[in-house]
C-alpha cells in the first residue's frame, strides 16, 4: 500500500507557511511505517521540537475498468516536523524526514462511500485542539480536487487497489504538545480522539 500525499493543496495553508501557491499538485509519500495504530496514542519523536499538526481528507483508491478512481473518503492526520522540514529545505533537500517518519499519519477507522454524496456536495471536515477548533475546511478549497490529483500522480506511478491519497491541510496548523488532546471531525461526527504522548527513548541510547 502507498500513502500519497500532496502539499500546499489549500492556498491559505500555502500562504500562512509562506510558499508559493502550486501550479500543479505537489506529491511527497509516506511509507505503511508512518501509520499510528487504530486508537493508539500520537508519540512524539525524539529529533525535533516542532511537531505540527494537518488534518487532511483522505480517500481510498479502487481500480475500476483499468482506471484508479477515489471510492471512499475519511480523514487523517499528517504529522509534520516543522523544524526539520525547514532545515532541509533551506539546504534544498527533499522532505522525507520531516515528513515520513514512523508515526507520522493516522487514518480514520470510519470511510464514507463517495457515492453517497450527491453531486457537488460539500464535505467539511475539523480538527479540535483540547476542544478548540483550530482547523476546518471542505474539500471545495481544494486547489486540486481529488480527480485532478488521481490523473497528475499517474503519470508518473501507478496507484494501486487500497492505495490512499491525502489530499492537503487548510490553514491553522500548530505545534502540538505532550497531553494534548487532538479530535477529528468528518460532516460533524467525531471520527477520531487522539492524545500526545512524550517519546520513548529507546533503551540502547539511555
Not at 21 to 29: A, G
Not at 117 to 132: A, C, E, M, S
Not at 165 to 182: C, K, N, Q, Y
Request: include cysteine.
Amino acid at each position: 500500500m502507498k500513502i500519497i500525499c500532496i502539499g500546499r493543496n489549500f492556498g491559505e495553508h500555502a500562504k500562512e507557511l509562506g510558499n508559493a501557491v502550486p501550479d500543479e499538485p505537489v506529491v511527497f509519500l509516506k511509507p505503511e511505517s508512518a501509520l499510528i495504530p487504530k486508537h493508539a496514542a500520537i508519540t512524539l519523536p525524539t529529533f525535533s521540537d516542532d511537531i505540527h499538526h494537518e488534518i487532511e481528507l483522505v480517500y481510498s483508491i479502487i481500480r475500476k475498468n483499468g482506471k484508479a478512481q477515489a471510492d471512499k473518503v475519511s480523514i487523517g492526520l499528517d504529522l509534520t516536523a516543522r523544524d526539520l522540514q525547514q532545515q532541509l529545505k533551506e539546504k534544498g533537500l527533499p522532505w522525507e524526514k520531516a515528513k515520513a517518519f514512523d508515526g507520522s499519519a493516522y487514518v480514520a477507522d470510519a470511510f464514507t462511500a463517495l457515492e453517497s454524496f450527491p453531486q457537488g456536495h460539500r464535505i467539511d471536515f475539523v480538527l479540535k485542539r483540547n476542544g478548540k477548533v483550530v482547523q476546518s475546511g471542505h474539500n471545495g478549497q481544494m486547489l486540486f480536487p481529488i480527480e485532478a490529483i488521481i490523473a497528475n500522480v499517474e503519470r508518473y506511478m501507478l496507484l494501486d487497489e487500497g492505495d490512499l491519497i491525502f489530499s492537503g491541510t487548510p490553514a491553522g496548523v500548530g505545534r502540538i504538545e505532550v497531553g494534548d488532546r487532538l479530535e477529528g471531525y468528518l460532516l460533524g461526527e467525531l471520527l477520531f480522539d487522539l492524545t500526545v504522548e512524550k517519546a520513548k527513548v529507546p533503551a540502547s541510547v539511555r
